[in-house]
């Protein structure tokens, strides 16, 4: 297994450039099976939920040409598996995406229960319901969901909660049912417009992605398409906060400011100065940074893919700040690793209260990635540490970030990426000369 291992202090200058985004790709790969023509899909992400998700869709018969790093061509009309499990396929969230794609295309599919990261409970009552809404019935056994419909038929559908899963899973399902599907208090972050944009290319009629209401005219079928997904903006949020937390100056690339503003105002309402571009920010931190309230919210809310960067970012800064989770409820774990470097916080329920410790004061040590989040928000506070830091199960950071430690190395991180069990290279690493 490997690890990085991070010497602190050096601020972060430089340009980054951001991949497309993870969550959003998931939906789109999942939607390309649903033709039966040639879909080219650009820009996606080089991470292992995507080759996870890539090869299960080869595994059950579809054509996949990657033709190149971050471009696929997917052909879905030689699926002839309807059945999709192994051990890596438990292991993502996006598993059940399949679900909705499949349903719509075959009237029947069967998919391992997905897995994912250990952030807090994340049911699927909301896709089941939604499903049976269509017309579907659905069985749980022996960890699958199996869901089977003669016919799929347009209907009205609240979702109790916002989840933008469901509303991706459903939305997948609709396009090609019978008639019209209406689909209330749905989720409007922009992958889920991303990925609606997608089957409207591939000639479904989606309207209103991005709103409290989608509107979706079922059709008979979808065809192929080239399309291109939009950035990542909680990768971009990560570089931003890396950028703020080490008091450096970071123009970070290829990304859409608009996604970016809940992020961009709490690091301008604590003392970051950013300029905005066309598609480009540019974030410089050149003093230690003050206190804040922040609130996880749906989008176009704080998001919470951010709470952790954001809580660790805050550690470092002056006074006393309250960070609350409404999402999920286990997303405070990590905060037992930045204890470790002396970080001050105290978790009361869904809030955690963060009382701002000197950079001067905070050392590196040996931490744990506990999910894909915080264990970005680890390295980063790694980098700021005084001394070396070695944070393992990097699996889960590997998730959703493509090369986060070479992107890191060139804007001047002193990181590199190790085998867990090569001492003689930590120990070179801690014995180099900063």
Same mark, same amino acid.
């Given at each position: ?23 959003? &790709? ?21 991470? #292992? ?17 990657? %033709?190149?790093?971050? $471009? ?35 009237? +029947?599919?069967?998919? &391992? ?10 049911? %699927? ?26 016919? /799929? ?17 459903? *939305?997948? &399902? ?8 209406? *689909? ?13 944009? =997608? ?11 991005? $709103?409290?209401?989608?509107?979706? *005219? ?8 080239? +399309? ?31 996604? /970016? ?15 905005? =571009? ?18 996880? /919210? ?16 805050? *550690?470092? #800064?002056?006074? $006393? ?67 070396? $830091? ?13 090369? =986060? ?12 990426? %190790? ?5 003689? &290279? ?9």
């Amino acid at each position: 297994m490997n690890e990085y291992i991070i010497r602190g202090g050096r601020p972060l200058v430089g340009e980054v450039t951001i991949s497309g985004a993870k969550n959003a &790709a998931l939906g789109i790969l999942a939607a390309s099976i649903m033709s039966d023509e040639s879909v080219i899909v650009e820009n996606l992400p080089d991470v #292992s939920d995507i080759r996870v998700l890539t090869q299960a869709i080869r595994e059950i018969g579809a054509r996949v040409d990657q %033709i190149d790093q971050h $471009t696929v061509k997917i052909n879905g009309s030689t699926i002839t598996d309807y059945y999709v499990d192994n051990e890596y396929i438990r292991k993502i969230r996006a598993s059940y995406y399949i679900l909705g794609a499949l349903l719509g295309k075959n009237g +029947y599919v069967e998919v &391992a229960l997905p897995g994912g990261c250990n952030i807090g409970s994340r049911p %699927i009552d909301q896709h089941i319901k939604g499903f049976e809404a269509l017309g579907a019935k659905v069985d749980i056994h022996n960890g699958m969901i199996a869901v089977q419909a003669d016919e /799929l038929v347009g209907n009205h559908i609240y979702f109790d909660v916002t989840s933008v899963g469901a509303t991706i899973n459903i *939305m997948l &399902a609709a396009t090609l049912a019978k008639g019209q599907t209406i *689909m209330e208090n749905v989720a409007k972050e922009p992958h889920v417009v991303d990925v609606a944009n =997608f089957l409207n290319s591939m000639g479904a009629n989606i309207k209103g992605a991005g $709103t409290d209401v989608i509107r979706i *005219m079922g059709v008979e079928k979808l065809h192929g398409t080239e +399309y291109s997904i939009i950035p990542d903006m909680i990768e971009a949020g990560t570089y931003m906060v890396a950028a703020a937390a080490t008091q450096g100056d970071v123009l970070i690339k290829n990304v859409i400011p608009k996604h /970016l503003e809940a992020i961009t105002a709490k690091l301008v309402e604590i003392g970051c100065h950013i300029e905005e =571009f066309g598609d480009a920010v540019r974030v410089i931190a050149k003093k230690r940074l003050s206190h804040t309230h922040v609130k996880t /919210l749906p989008y176009p809310g704080f998001p919470t893919d951010m709470q952790p960067q954001i809580s660790t970012l805050l *550690m470092f #800064s002056e006074g $006393t700040s309250v960070v609350t989770e409404s999402i999920f409820e286990n997303r405070f774990i990590f905060t037992d690793e930045l204890a470790k470097m002396g970080a001050q916080v105290k978790v009361e329920g869904n809030s955690a209260i963060i009382v701002g410790v000197p950079r001067d004061r905070v050392t590196g040590a040996k931490m744990s990635a506990p999910d894909l989040r915080a264990g970005a928000a680890l390295v980063v506070a790694g980098l700021v540490a005084d001394g070396v $830091t070695i944070v393992n199960q990097i699996g889960y950071i590997e998730r959703g970030y493509e090369d =986060f430690d070479i992107k890191m190395r060139s804007l001047g991180a002193d990181i590199e990426k %190790i085998d867990e069990k090569d001492e003689k &290279a930590i120990t070179r690493f801690k014995q180099q000369v900063v």
